[in-house]
């Protein structure tokens, strides 16, 4: 019994099942550093068509192949940790930032309502520049605008989104890029959906007006 369960043992970790095996953990550990780093999180997308045919080609090895099925449920396991691994770091990363942000948007509200006015600085509020960029980020912003602060800082997960803080309704506002693109465009919308019609036709080139007269 124990000879063939050794032989059963050397069958299934074969050097094709390590190769499957090796090539799962190398690659799931490269998603892990690069994905899995601040404002990274959108490579993710990347993934889902290629790490789809994988998962298809995995149930397929484990109905159809049997002596390769053990391989492929290590390398399915392999990969499940590497996702987990990837939402828990973004997860913890988003909650640290935002208990960071609402420290401080709860600072700015709080001089809003004492002094009836935003202070002009974060620093003014006893904000050390270095010590917010370092928690928030170098892209965070602050700004006082008619008397009314405008507080945003980018999401953990993402380069260009951002989380901006509503101080009238008390909570923060998602901001997607595909959102902001309107703001790039030069042409006011009024400009880009109207269209010119003019009233009479121009003069031709060399061509002299005729005044009207008068019957």
């Known amino acids: 019994m124990s000879e063939t369960a050794d032989e ?9 099942s390590k190769r499957t095996i090796y090539s799962a953990t190398i690659t799931a550990v490269v998603c892990v550093l690069t994905i899995g780093q ?24 484990i109905v159809r192949r ?29 909650e640290m930032t935002r208990s960071d942000a609402d420290r401080i948007a709860l600072a700015i509200d709080r001089h809003v309502q004492n002094q ?32 009314k602060p405008r507080f945003s800082y980018v999401a953990t997960f993402t380069v260009f989104d951002t989380w901006d803080y509503d101080f009238v309704r008390d909570r923060w506002k998602y901001s997607s890029w595909a959102a ?22 121009a ?7 005729v005044p009207h007269r008068k019957p």
Request: glycine share 6%; proline share 7%; aromatic share 14%.
């Open 116 to 147: 009836g006015y935003c202070a002009t600085s974060l620093a003014e509020l006893g904000f050390k520049p270095d010590d917010v960029e370092e928690r928030l980020g170098s892209n965070y912003k602050y700004a006082c605008v008619e008397r």
């Open 38 to 61: 601040a404002h990274a999180g959108f490579l993710f997308l990347l993934l889902v068509l290629p790490l789809g045919a994988w998962l298809g080609w995995s149930a397929y090895v």
């Open 203 to 209: 003069p031709l080139p060399n061509s002299q007006s």
């Open 180 to 201: 902001k693109k309107a703001y790039l465009n030069p042409d006011p919308p009024a400009a880009r959906e109207s269209v010119a019609t003019p009233s009479a036709s």
């Open 66 to 94: 049997p002596y390769a099925r053990l391989a492929q449920i290590f390398a399915l396991f392999i990969w499940a940790l590497a996702l987990g691994l990837i939402v828990a770091a973004h997860f913890l990363r988003h």
């Open 8 to 16: 059963k043992a050397r069958f299934h970790l074969s050097r094709q």
